[in-house]
């Protein structure tokens, strides 16, 4: 088990945008079903980005037209593009695979200001 190094995250006014980054080591990341997760203070862990079989990506309602999840397989690396920023995404971002294969990493903190 490894843990993946995230990074990106930052202050950001409302309406911005930033880009995360994910790098994983370990052969198997290629096959691996990646996922962008976030936690808010005092809420749960949720997933918010995902990829599934056949390369179809999955996205929370929340973050739905506004986030693109993408993977770079040579590079052991999964990013997260986010535009249109809202207060509420504020949280530290975690990236794993759908099915935990990863131990969770320190995650990136991204705060949205209004």
């Known amino acids: 088990q490894v843990q993946p190094v995230e990074s990106g995250g930052g202050l950001v006014q409302a309406g911005g945008s930033l880009r995360l980054s994910c790098a994983a080591s370990?052969?198997?990341?290629?096959?691996?079903?990646m996922g962008w997760y976030r936690q808010a203070p005092g809420k749960e862990r949720e997933l918010v980005a995902s990829?599934?079989?056949?390369?179809?990506?999955n996205y929370a309602d929340s973050v739905k037209g506004r986030f693109t999840i993408s993977k770079d397989n040579a590079k052991n690396t999964v990013y997260l593009q986010m535009n249109t920023l809202k207060p509420e995404d504020t949280a530290v971002y975690y990236c794993n695979s759908v099915d935990l294969k990863y131990y969770w990493g320190q995650g990136t903190q991204v705060t949205v200001s209004s």
């Open positions: 990829f599934s079989s056949g390369g179809r990506t």
């Open positions: 370990g052969r198997m990341f290629s096959i691996y079903l």
